[in-house]
């Protein structure tokens, strides 16, 4: 049974032998179940091809060999839309989407840029395509930040209440945003950073109005276990999250059948995330 054909492999998985090169050995892992291999033919491609999402047009992509930005819609799951989204990518082949109207960050990924195709094709939807290997962060838009009576207290559903207000973004040294917004009356600024190895991201929120009942949501998921040292393994090792220094220890918790992990953002928060 054919599964994968022509796929793009966008970085070593997690444990590989070493960096990532060209030619290099081939790795099998089967310890997530019943697994057998067989047949295992390697053939050297002259060109690697990029899949066909876009039912035979002519694919339009966007690069992103120096910082790069675009707006557009972005689908995060069946049926579930980010009509207020900016994806950010440059040189390092890492790259994101985040949501203006939640300060959500939906997506990260590893490879090239964006297919625009959705989007400027014909009429066109209005969406765009990660054109790499896809770390979905969360399931729909949701508030970051919620002003919660106590680390139990229901997570805020929608800004109404909130005063929440978008400001948009300023450009840092490096010509990347740094978004900002307004929410129970605090300004935010949200700075994500893409590591210098490339593993990840960085992301440090800061308010002006440091206030010990605002709190930030880090991540909801099927499950989240502690790893220590600050570590936190995301819906199966999905990715990971890992605490900076300085930020609150987290509350892991269950609210309704769901996964959360939200920490007090107190004048400062900062966290990196391995995907």
């Known amino acids: 049974m054919l599964i994968h054909e022509n796929v793009e492999l966008f970085g070593a998985t997690r444990g590989a032998a070493g960096a ?3 030619k290099g050995p081939l790795r ?9 291999f067989r047949n295992i033919q390697i053939t050297e491609l002259s060109e690697i091809p990029k899949p066909n999402q876009n039912d035979g047009a002519d694919p339009i992509y966007i ?3 120096s910082n ?6 972005v689908d995060i799951a069946p049926r579930v839309r980010s009509v207020h989204a900016i994806s950010v990518g440059g040189p390092e082949k890492v790259a994101y989407s985040y949501d203006l109207d939640n300060g959500t960050l939906l997506q990260g990924w590893h490879g090239d840029f964006i297919d625009a195709t959705p989007m400027w094709d014909g009429r066109g939807n209005g969406t765009s395509r990660a054109l790499g290997s896809v770390t ?13 009576a106590n680390d139990q207290a229901n997570w805020i559903a929608d800004t109404v209440g909130t005063g929440f207000k978008t400001k948009g973004y300023v450009m840092d040294k490096q010509d990347r ?5 307004i929410i129970n009356g605090t300004n935010v600024t949200d700075a994500i950073k893409v590591m210098e190895n490339g593993q990840g991201l960085t992301r440090e929120i800061t308010v002006d109005k440091p206030s010990k009942d605002l709190y930030f949501l880090l991540a909801t998921a099927s499950n989240i276990e502690e790893a220590g040292k600050g570590l936190y393994l995301i819906d199966d090792k999905a990715y990971y999250i890992q605490l900076g220094e300085g930020t609150a220890k987290p509350v892991i918790r269950n609210i309704d059948g769901k996964w959360e992990i939200i920490a007090a953002i107190g004048s400062k928060l900062n966290y990196t995330i391995l995907f």
Request: without cysteine.
């Open 68 to 73: 790069n930005m675009i707006r557009s819609f």
């Open 177 to 181: 945003p740094e978004f900002k917004y």
């Open 28 to 36: 099998l892992q089967g310890d997530h179940g019943s697994v057998a």
């Open 20 to 22: 990532e090169k060209a």
């Open 63 to 65: 690069e992103a060999a």
């Open 136 to 148: 979905r962060f969360t399931k729909k838009p949701v508030l970051a930040i919620s002003k919660l």
